[in-house]
């Protein structure tokens, strides 16, 4: 019954944006911390950014500092990851999960996950 739906993904050149989506049925995310994470070819699944119930965010990958962004829209129940200037090393496929604790520091398991949305950066 408590899902999260990843959607946004696809391919795009070097250089390009995409931004990716988080939609929450069956709870409200006003109380969640919500990660996006990601996992590339032959490598292990990574979190990349965290967003709190308050709103403060936090960076766990160095590679997308500057580029990427996490925000939420708790009217519409929704995350997004705003990605620009992407490159190859970004190609993933791009997981959101929801932490019960809400808050992006604290050592909790993440509860809920969505199936992931494809990411290809490719000319």
């Known amino acids: 019954q408590l899902q999260l739906v990843e959607s946004g993904g696809g391919l795009v050149q070097p250089g390009g944006s995409l931004r990716l989506s988080c939609a929450a049925s069956?709870?409200?995310?006003?109380?969640?911390?919500i990660g996006w994470f990601r996992q590339a070819p032959g490598k292990e699944r990574e979190v990349v950014q965290c967003i709190s119930r308050s709103g403060g965010r936090r960076d766990y990958a160095d590679s997308v500092k500057g580029r990427f962004t996490i925000s939420r829209d708790n009217a519409n129940n929704t995350v997004y990851l705003e990605m620009n200037s992407l490159n190859s090393e970004d190609t993933a496929v791009y997981i959101c999960a929801a932490r019960p604790s809400g808050y992006c520091s604290n050592l909790t398991p993440w509860k809920y996950w969505g199936q992931g949305t494809q990411v290809t950066v490719s000319s």
């Open positions: 069956g709870f409200t995310l006003d109380d969640y911390a």
